[in-house]
C-alpha cells in the first residue's frame, strides 16, 4: 500500500508539471483503476485484521487508497462498525462474567448496585470509545461517515451489551457514576479532573436509548447528596445539570432544577424558624433542621408507615408546624420519617462518642434512656414500626455493636452494650433509609412506565394537531423521532397510546382505517 502510495504521488507530480489538466485527471483515473481498484478484494480480506491488531498506520495507507475511488470506504465502514460492536461486547461480557459489576459484599446486596460496579463499568465503556476514536481521528482523518460509523456501533455497545439488557442497568450504572464523581470523598481529584469525568459520563449519557431512566436514578442519587449534605460543591452539581441541560434541553432538567431551588427555599425558611424560637423564647434541649420540599419535584416514592415519633421530639415538631401555617398559608406539611437523620450523643461509656442514624433507630435508643431491656414487640409497639422494620432497625443497630441481643423464652430481647468501644469518636450508623426496597423499585419501574404511556400520548396528540390528519406509519416514524431525545420508544406501545387516545375521543380513524384524524 505504501508503495502504491508513492507510485501514485511520483505519476501525479510528472503529471501536474508536463500535462494539461484534463490529460492529469485521466492519469488519476488510469492510477486508481490500476493500483487500488484491481486490488480491492485483496484489502477488503486485510482490512479486518488491521483493525484486531490496531495496525493505525496501515489503516491509514489503506483509508488514503479507497477515499480515492467511488465507495471505496464503504467496506470500511461496515468493518469498523462490526469490529466496535464486537470489541464492546467481549470487553463487558467478560467483565459481566467476572463478576466485576456484581454486588461483593452484604451491604452491596442490600444497596442493589454498588459504586464498584458503576465505576468499573464506565471505565470498560471509555476505554473502548477511546480505543476507537482514536483510529477515527489517527487512521481515518476524523471522517463524518467513520464518525457515524463509530456512534452507531458504540450506541449498541451502551445499549444491548449484556449489563445494559438486564432491566436498563446501563442508565442506571451511569446515573451511580456521575454520584460517585459528584459526592464528597473525591479528595484525591482536583476541578479539572471531576470536570474531566463529569464529561465521560455526559458523553455515555449521550448514546443511551433510556434517558428517563438515567433521569430517575440521577434524581435519586442527587437527593441523597443534597439532603445528607455530602455533595462535592454546588458548582459542580451545577456544571453537571448545565451539561444534561445542553443535551435534551430544558424541560428534561426542569425537576432538577427545582430540587437545587427547594434546597435554598428550605434554607430561609430554617433561619425564620430559629429567629421565630429566640423572638418567642422558646427553647428546645435539641437542635433541628427541617427541609421544606415541594410534593413532586422529588422521587419520593412516598413510603408509607405507622412509625410513631419519639416524645422527645414532637414539642419541637409542633411548634415548627404552626409557625409553617402562620406563615405559609394554605400549604400542608407531610413528614418524611424515614429520610430523618439524627446526630447522637452516647453518655454512658467511658469515652464519648456522637454518631448519625436514621429516625427509626433513634427511635429504638431513646427508649433505653426509660429502661435497661427491651423486647421486640415491646419496642414494635413503642415505635408503631412495622415488623420488617423493627427487625430491621434492630438488628442494624446490633450489627454496630451498640446494642447486645439476648436470648429469652419470651423472645428476643434488646440491651445497651456498655462496653462499646471504637477508633473513631465520630461514625455514622449505616442504614436502608434512603435504599429502595424491592417493591419500591418495581414501583419506580412501573412509574416510569407510565410517565412514558403519558409522554407519547402527548407526542401524539400534539402531532395529530398539527397535521390534522396522518397515516398511521407516518405517525409512528414523528413520534419515534420526537421522543429519541428522551428514550426509544417501541411500536407496540405508540399503538396502544393510540388505541387509548381514540377511546378518549383525542382522534379518530378514518373510514378506511389505515389513517387518523384529529378531534378538538
Not at 201 to 209: E, P, R, T, V, W
Amino acid at each position: 500500500m505504501r508503495k502504491a502510495l508513492a507510485r501514485i504521488a511520483e505519476e501525479e507530480s510528472r503529471a501536474r508539471k508536463y500535462l494539461n489538466e484534463e490529460s492529469s485527471e485521466k492519469v488519476r483515473l488510469v492510477c486508481n483503476e490500476v493500483l487500488i481498484s484491481n486490488h480491492q478484494e485483496r484489502l477488503q480480506v486485510e482490512c479486518e485484521p488491521m483493525l484486531k491488531e490496531d495496525r493505525i498506520e496501515d489503516l491509514k495507507c489503506m483509508y488514503t487508497l479507497l477515499n480515492r475511488i467511488n465507495d471505496g470506504i464503504k467496506f470500511m465502514l461496515v468493518a469498523l462498525e462490526q469490529h466496535i460492536i464486537d470489541v464492546g461486547l467481549e470487553v463487558i461480557k467478560a467483565g459481566s462474567e467476572g463478576g466485576e459489576f456484581m454486588p461483593k459484599t452484604k451491604t452491596q446486596v442490600k444497596d442493589a448496585m454498588q459504586t464498584e460496579a458503576a465505576d468499573v463499568y464506565v471505565e470498560k465503556l471509555m476505554k473502548v470509545y477511546t480505543q476507537f476514536r482514536d483510529i477515527v481521528d489517527n487512521a481515518f482523518g476524523t471522517n463524518p461517515y467513520f464518525v457515524a460509523a463509530l456512534d452507531k456501533a458504540y450506541r449498541v455497545v451502551v445499549n444491548e451489551n449484556c449489563v445494559a439488557k438486564e432491566r436498563s442497568r446501563s442508565p442506571e450504572l451511569i446515573a451511580r457514576y456521575s454520584d460517585i464523581v459528584l459526592k464528597k470523598g473525591n479528595k484525591h481529584l482536583d476541578d479539572a479532573e471531576i470536570e474531566a469525568k463529569l464529561s465521560d459520563c455526559i458523553l455515555l449519557f449521550k448514546y443511551l436509548n433510556d434517558r428517563d431512566v438515567f433521569r430517575r436514578y440521577y434524581s435519586s442519587t442527587l437527593t441523597k447528596r443534597l439532603l445528607c449534605g455530602t455533595s462535592i460543591s454546588d458548582d459542580a452539581e451545577r456544571s453537571m445539570i448545565a451539561k444534561l441541560k445542553e443535551v435534551c434541553g430544558f424541560e428534561y432538567v426542569t425537576k432538577i432544577q427545582r430540587m437545587f431551588n427547594d434546597i435554598q427555599l428550605s434554607d430561609g425558611v430554617v433561619e425564620k424558624f430559629k429567629e421565630h424560637l429566640v423572638a418567642t423564647q422558646n427553647k428546645f434541649p435539641i437542635d433541628m433542621t427541617a427541609f421544606v420540599l415541594t410534593n413532586g419535584s422529588w422521587p419520593f416514592t412516598g413510603r408509607r408507615s405507622t412509625y410513631k415519633l419519639p416524645k422527645e421530639l414532637v414539642p419541637l415538631k409542633t411548634v415548627f408546624e404552626e409557625f409553617y401555617v402562620n406563615h405559609y398559608n394554605g400549604r400542608r406539611l407531610t413528614w418524611m420519617y424515614h429520610l430523618s437523620q439524627a446526630d447522637v450523643k452516647m453518655t454512658y461509656t467511658k469515652k464519648k462518642y456522637e454518631f448519625q442514624c436514621n429516625n427509626y433507630q433513634l427511635a429504638v435508643l431513646l427508649l433505653f434512656n426509660e429502661a435497661g431491656k427491651w423486647t421486640l414487640s415491646d419496642i414494635r409497639q413503642q415505635t408503631a414500626l412495622d415488623d420488617v422494620e423493627a427487625q430491621r432497625t434492630t438488628m442494624s443497630l446490633c450489627e454496630y455493636k451498640i446494642l447486645r441481643r439476648v436470648k429469652e423464652e419470651e423472645g428476643d430481647a434488646f440491651v445497651l452494650n456498655e462496653n462499646y468501644v471504637n477508633k473513631r469518636i465520630r461514625f455514622k450508623v449505616t442504614s436502608t433509609m434512603f435504599a429502595e426496597t424491592k417493591s419500591e423499585n418495581d414501583a419506580t419501574r412501573k412509574s416510569i412506565s407510565e410517565d412514558r404511556k403519558f409522554f407519547l400520548q402527548a407526542v401524539i396528540v400534539r402531532i395529530m394537531k398539527t397535521r390534522q390528519r396522518i397515516s398511521f406509519q407516518e405517525l409512528i416514524q414523528e413520534v419515534i423521532a420526537q421522543s429519541q431525545a428522551r428514550f426509544q420508544p417501541n411500536v407496540r406501545m405508540i399503538k396502544e397510546c393510540v388505541e387509548t387516545l381514540v377511546e378518549k375521543e383525542y382522534m379518530a380513524r378514518t373510514e378506511g382505517g389505515e389513517s387518523y384524524e384529529y378531534r378538538a
